[in-house]
């Protein structure tokens, strides 16, 4: 049972285009959702987080929105930079004292210079 | 800070073989994790700890075990390894519940190879 969808394994953007990653959950559990980054042989970093009674978190280039009633959120980054080009996961922060996370399968950031 | 230390990068083993995956962190941090990421997959939380001495299960947990003597330690034990438990395995820590900031920080991984 996948509980954190992340639909496309790959994306291709233009340098300077925005590129929007997409996820779909279906735990209604969650109370956090994080965005992570991932350089080949290197771990996850932290990039941006959403609670889920707020619809949309901005840092700098990077915007996440978050739809509760159709368990979507998004992943906005502008202008896009070759620096992105990376795997971002989506993850689910289910409650609860251990602040467990669920990912996705990941989608592979290509930006084109 | 050092952040999140893993050693080794790389192992292979036997199957039927032992190890232990070390992780250490100088963050202070109370909670840790192991996870394993197979090819094209997202990360499978296999154990956690939420502080020196309680340490429970996680989704994937069969064929490891863990122990967490020390805020700074977690090691994974590998028992009688098997081609399945070929991936590689990443270690997390955080703050944890009431943290201000308690996103999870990732050690660099250690890649295993079961033949």
């Known amino acids: 049972d996948q509980q954190v969808k992340q639909n496309s394994p790959s994306l291709s953007v233009q340098e300077g285009r925005i590129s929007i990653l997409n996820c779909d959950y279906t735990n209604s559990m969650f109370d956090y959702f994080l965005w992570y980054k991932k350089y080949p042989a290197e771990g996850p970093t932290f990039l941006i987080s959403?609670?889920?009674?707020?619809d949309k978190n901005e840092d700098g280039r990077f915007t996440v929105f978050l739809n509760k009633s159709a368990k979507h959120l998004s992943l906005h980054i502008v202008p896009s930079q070759p620096g992105d080009s990376a795997v971002y996961f989506c993850a689910g922060r289910r409650t609860g004292s251990a602040r467990q996370l669920t990912f996705g399968s990941g989608t592979q950031l290509t930006v084109l210079p | 800070n050092a952040g999140v230390t893993q050693t080794p990068k790389f192992r292979i083993l036997k199957i039927g073989q032992s190890m232990t995956l070390q992780c250490a962190q100088d963050m202070n941090h109370n909670y840790m994790y192991w996870y394993r990421q197979d090819p094209g997959m997202g990360l499978k939380l296999i154990y956690y700890s939420v502080g020196a001495g309680i340490t429970d299960k996680g989704e994937v947990p069969n064929g490891y075990n863990v122990s967490r003597s020390t805020t700074e330690d977690f090691p994974l034990r590998l028992e009688l390894a098997a081609p399945s438990q070929t991936s590689v395995y990443f270690c997390a820590s955080s703050y944890g519940r009431g943290h201000p900031r308690d996103e999870q920080y990732f050690g660099p991984g250690t890649r295993l190879t079961v033949t």
């Open positions: 959403i609670s889920s009674i707020k």
